[in-house]
């Protein structure tokens, strides 16, 4: 069968690769055709458009790219009709996703959603277009159930969340090679991720670095995204105790005794993997001055939401500056305090139901074309 794919974002380029490895476990005859990163085509099958010309964060940076991002959609409607697939699977990337969804479902081209766009966040009038255009839902928060089925009455799936796969697929791993084949110290490490995009390195990066002279028997360590060259990062590096690692963002975690991390993705995995984390945002000015007024969550940090209260410390927008980076940090580094930390990710590890969320994902996709 054939498997349109459609991620935009370097996290769903990972869930991308390793639902596409299940999907050639469950069907070894599967065309795909995806949009995407390296991991996606590490995996196999075809790359169409490398996420990195897809990512724009913001309000204001949304719109001054706006053509660019109509022509890619448009891009991708006769790439689609052209491929003539059994199936499109759309991860997250909602802005871009869910226009291709409402074309191909009038084109009756089957639609398939895993994870969900963050409705539950912003923009929950979004359900209609989701219950008009997308087949099936494969969610990955244990609390997105209950939204899409108590409150908005659309059945889905609740598959477990795919980074516990990854993070459980990743092999051996010996620190002391890792740190000697990257020319590190023997002092602990510090995490910085600064996020993957442009906009929000810029943003991030410098603040977050702002406090090394603090921590001098510590080594930060910049985790650099696969989208950026290093030439990018250099700007912001001033200081020899600061290393930069790129594309090893998991094995860096691994040796790391703390974290400092924009808000995204990468901080449910620093949680998983352990890692006691600071969390930190600033948008633009005017990005976040739109964003306060539509969003109404009470956390921006996946560890939050999913616990449902503030597990990891959030800096926000004028918090985030070196004072309280500096201090929440020198918490972080106090062994009470690390302990009581890390019992907390322990639950939320059980509350994100366990490995084999890719596997049961391509099953249920694949047993869905097989009715057809």
């Not at 458009?49 to 991708?76: D, P, Q, S, W």
């Amino acid at each position: 069968m054939k498997y349109y794919i459609i991620a935009g974002e370097a996290s769903g380029d990972l869930h991308g690769s390793n639902l596409m490895k299940a999907l050639y476990e469950e069907d070894p005859k599967a065309e795909i055709r995806f949009w995407g990163g390296d991991l996606m085509q590490k995996t196999g099958g075809t790359l169409v458009k490398h996420y990195r010309e897809l990512a724009f964060m913001g309000f204001i940076e949304v719109v001054f790219n706006l053509k660019t991002i109509l022509n890619n959609i448009k891009f991708c409607k006769k790439d689609i009709l052209e491929f003539k697939p059994d199936v499109i699977i759309f991860i997250d990337y909602p802005g871009f996703n869910m226009r291709i969804a409402k074309w191909a479902k009038a084109l009756h081209y089957k639609t398939h959603y895993y994870i969900s766009p963050q409705i539950w966040a912003w923009k929950e009038n979004r359900i209609t277009a989701i219950k008009n255009d997308v087949d099936k839902m494969f969610v990955i928060l244990p609390f997105e159930k209950s939204f899409y089925e108590d409150k908005h009455e659309f059945p889905v799936e609740f598959v477990g969340h795919p980074l516990i796969d990854a993070i459980h697929n990743q092999p051996v791993f010996d620190e002391n090679i890792f740190r000697k084949e990257n020319q590190l110290s023997d002092k602990p490490i510090v995490a910085v991720l600064p996020g993957s995009r442009k906009q929000e390195i810029t943003k991030m990066l410098s603040v977050m670095l702002s406090v090394v002279d603090d921590f001098k028997e510590y080594q930060f360590v910049i985790a650099g995204a696969p989208s950026q060259d290093f030439d990018f990062y250099q700007q912001f590096i001033s200081n020899k105790n600061i290393k930069f690692i790129s594309n090893k963002t998991y094995d860096l975690l691994r040796s790391s005794t703390a974290a400092l991390v924009t808000s995204g993705t990468a901080t449910l995995e620093t949680a998983l993997f352990k890692v006691p984390e600071v969390v930190c945002y600033k948008g633009s000015w005017a990005s976040y001055q739109i964003a306060k007024r539509i969003i109404t969550l009470k956390y921006i940090s996946l560890v939050n939401l999913i616990m449902d209260e503030e597990v990891v410390t959030e800096l926000i927008q004028n918090e985030c500056n070196t004072k309280r980076i500096k201090d929440e940090l020198q918490k972080l580094l106090t062994p009470d305090y690390r302990q009581d930390l890390l019992k907390k990710y322990d639950i939320l590890e059980q509350k994100l139901g366990g490995i084999g969320a890719s596997k049961k994902t391509a099953k249920l996709i694949v047993e869905d074309l097989k009715k057809q």
